[in-house]
């Protein structure tokens, strides 16, 4: 059986999520009452951001790649970064990481392309929204991710990094997300939703009425990891 190792902090609170799905995934898999071997290495959060801010990638890559020899040496023999956006260095990371690494984009991917997905909407944070790892990973498929507006993503990047990351859960803000969503729905035509933040879920994941699918990362990822992991 392997051992989990889990690059969290990026944020606190989904990995806390984290931590609860992989046990559920692993028990509904293996089902003698045992439980999962999981080493989490909790990093800094204000330092990545701080890489992102500044397009420092290769610090970035260094800075993972460091986190990730340390939970090879506490015995981990698979890995998962906790978060979307670190992804956007992911091939690299992957490159140098002492234990092989299940990608949240590509799981993302496989469940988006299960369900037929043409035209899906993408949140997360300014940066992911921005980048191309997402888009370049669906397009494989010619899925056509669609974004928010810039106002929107400001919006959800401010909301994400505000009061997500710290646990804040407001009614207001939900109010405010799903408006954006309706309007993705209403305007841009997108055929489901990818919460590509892994802290949406934590205000969005019970989202049923919208009369698309809200793809949850977080949950997404965790499965895929329990698959290689504890076949």
Same mark, same amino acid.
């Given at each position: %059986?392997?051992?989990?190792?889990?690059?969290?902090?990026?944020?606190?609170?989904?990995?806390? $999520?984290?931590?609860?799905?992989?046990?559920?995934?692993?028990?509904?898999?293996?089902?003698?009452?045992?439980?999962?071997?999981?080493?989490?290495?909790?990093?800094?959060?204000?330092?990545?951001?701080?890489?992102?801010? +500044?397009?420092?990638?290769?610090? %970035? #890559?260094?800075?993972? #790649?460091?986190?990730?020899?340390?939970?090879?040496? !506490?015995? +981990? !023999?698979?890995?998962?970064?906790?978060?979307?956006?670190? &992804?956007?260095?992911?091939?690299?990371?992957?490159?140098?990481? *002492?234990?092989?690494?299940?990608?949240?984009?590509?799981?993302?991917? $496989?469940?988006?392309?299960?369900?037929?997905?043409?035209?899906?909407?993408?949140?997360?944070?300014?940066?992911?929204?921005?980048? =191309?790892?997402?888009?370049?990973?669906?397009?494989?498929? $010619?899925?056509?991710?669609? /974004? *928010?507006?810039?106002?929107?993503?400001?919006?959800? =990047?401010?909301?994400? %990094?505000?009061?997500? /990351?710290?646990?804040?859960?407001?009614?207001?803000?939900?109010? &405010?997300?799903?408006?954006? #969503?309706?309007?993705?729905?209403?305007?841009?035509?997108?055929?489901?939703?990818?919460?590509?933040?892994?802290?949406?879920?934590?205000?969005?994941?019970?989202? %049923?009425?919208?009369?698309? *699918?809200?793809?949850?990362?977080?949950?997404? &990822?965790? $499965?895929?990891?329990?698959?290689?992991?504890?076949?």
């Amino acid at each position: %059986m392997k051992t989990v190792g889990v690059i969290g902090g990026i944020g606190p609170e989904s990995t806390i $999520e984290y931590y609860r799905l992989l046990i559920a995934a692993y028990r509904k898999r293996i089902v003698d009452g045992s439980y999962p071997p999981i080493i989490i290495n909790s990093i800094d959060l204000s330092k990545m951001v701080s890489f992102f801010e +500044a397009s420092q990638y290769d610090s %970035m #890559v260094a800075y993972v #790649v460091d986190a990730l020899r340390k939970l090879s040496q !506490a015995g +981990a !023999a698979c890995g998962l970064l906790a978060a979307n956006t670190p &992804h956007i260095v992911f091939d690299e990371i992957s490159r140098q990481s *002492p234990i092989p690494l299940v990608s949240i984009v590509e799981a993302t991917f $496989e469940a988006a392309n299960k369900l037929r997905l043409k035209r899906p909407g993408l949140l997360g944070t300014r940066f992911t929204m921005q980048a =191309h790892f997402y888009s370049d990973v669906f397009s494989r498929a $010619e899925i056509k991710l669609v /974004v *928010p507006q810039l106002d929107e993503q400001a919006y959800i =990047h401010e909301k994400y %990094m505000g009061e997500l /990351v710290k646990g804040i859960i407001l009614p207001e803000t939900r109010r &405010h997300l799903l408006t954006i #969503v309706d309007r993705l729905r209403e305007q841009e035509r997108i055929d489901g939703l990818i919460l590509g933040g892994t802290e949406l879920p934590l205000i969005l994941g019970d989202v %049923m009425d919208r009369g698309i *699918p809200f793809l949850d990362t977080t949950r997404i &990822h965790a $499965e895929a990891v329990a698959a290689q992991a504890w076949p």
